[in-house]
């Protein structure tokens, strides 16, 4: 099935390198990054899963909980974190999901649901589309998804930006600019009368037009 932003992220059971988890469980009440692997041990997807890992702390300081998946099975995600650590500086300690009959890719369609077979076999390359990242937020729904080709490393810098512009626009009724940073000023949504605005925003805003207008992050 195709998977849009604000549907309800498959919920699934899968092994993976810290047990068997249920993953609307596993997700809890916080937010969650899901983020994909086609094969292990390819050097692309080295390199990113040794920056998530340094990444990791700051995900949980913004209750978020990061996991990644690989078509690979779980003893096979074992030998791969250990050439992550050698080579990337930064121990993998979140899951990594196994999935060796492409069950969880195909659920969230990064490969057709009528593919054939097992991961064993399988290439990269036969595998590639297996490169997304969801973000999924308290409610279960996904938030943001993005795809990347192989050759290209993921920018987890801008998932970091996206996790704050979205979790600063469920509580306020505010959208972020383009190449919006945290602590940078804020958009007040157009369903925010002027009125309302000013109850809200006392010391007034900055207007370009009736349809936009700045006010400074109201988390700061």
Known sequence: MSLRINDVAPDFTADTTEGKISFHDWIGDGWAILFSHPKNFTP????????MA????????????????????????EGWVGDIEETQGNKVTYPMIGDPNLEVSKLYNMLPASEEGTSEGRTAMTNATVRSVFMIGPDKKIKMMMTY???????????????ESCQMTAEHQVATPVNWKSGEDVIIVPAVSNEEAAKKYPEGWRELKPYLRYVPDPTK
């Open 54 to 77: 340094g990444l990791e702390k700051q995900f949980a300081a913004r209750n978020c909980k990061i996991i990644g998946l690989s078509v690979d099975p779980v003893e096979s995600h």
């Open 44 to 51: 692309v997807c080295t390199t990113e899963l040794g920056y």
């Open 149 to 163: 080709p192989m050759s290209t490393g993921r920018n987890f810098d801008e998932v970091m930006r996206v996790l």
